[in-house]
């Protein structure tokens, strides 16, 4: 099945610098490429995705990158505001099932 | 759109009972839906996919015996979790699409589950 790694497992930075972390998956065969954002005790909420025929997209301070050679992807947060702070997930999917990453808990230093 | 509602959010219960969790597709029909656990601090594990219709799909190391589910029309998910234990107590979440075996998925609020 598809194994998804993420790094780093947290990320600290100050109000107004970016935010980078990474992931990379293992089937060749994935697809789709989804980043979410959870808040303590809340759903998982859909930041962004992008699909295999796409290397980039972007949706105004958030963008992701993939490179299916290397099997990795990874979310941009620029201008981080204290909301930003949360724990995200990558995930991947060759069919209709989600594997995720591990997590990455963001903090934005005010 | 593409609103999935849970039921109940929050159940505390004793050793040994059973607890049945909800999963609706308010706006949209959904001929297949997904159950997730999270524990504390860790991430998303699907546990099964849920088939209008049919008989769910588990994952390895999940017992189907334990973790009941029923999938009785296109807006209704049900996961029964018998004989509850402490170990079960975590954090279930469902997740269901408009467009069968399609992407993104809808993930509804989650129901934090504590056995005492």
């Known amino acids: 099945g598809e194994n998804v790694e993420q790094h780093p497992s947290t990320l600290s930075v100050q109000e107004g610098d970016s935010a980078v972390i990474k992931c990379t998956y293992s089937?060749?065969?994935?697809?789709?490429f989804p980043w979410y954002k959870q808040e303590l005790g809340k759903r998982p909420q859909l930041i962004i995705d992008?699909?295999?025929?796409?290397g980039e997209k972007k949706d105004q301070r958030i963008a992701v990158t993939l490179n299916k050679t290397a099997k990795h992807f990874s979310l941009h947060i620029t201008e981080t505001q204290p909301e930003d702070s949360a724990v995200y997930f990558c995930a991947a999917s060759n069919d209709y099932k989600l594997s995720f990453g591990a997590g990455t808990t963001v903090t934005v230093r005010a | 759109g593409a609103v999935v509602s849970q039921h109940p959010s929050w159940v505390i219960c004793k050793s040994g009972t059973s607890v049945k969790i909800e999963c609706r597709s308010l706006d949209f029909q959904a001929t297949t839906m997904f159950w997730y656990r999270q524990f504390p601090k860790q991430s998303l594990m699907l546990m099964a996919t849920s088939n209008e219709g049919s008989k769910a799909t588990y994952e390895q190391g999940v017992e189907k015996d334990k973790f009941l589910i029923n999938h009785a029309s296109l807006t209704l998910s049900t996961l029964t979790v018998t004989s509850a234990h402490p170990e079960d107590s975590s954090f279930y979440i469902c997740s269901a699409s408009p467009n069968p075996r399609a992407q993104p998925q809808h993930f509804g609020d989650g129901t934090r589950l504590s056995i005492l």
């Open positions: 992008i699909r295999s025929n796409v």
């Open positions: 089937d060749s065969a994935s697809n789709y």
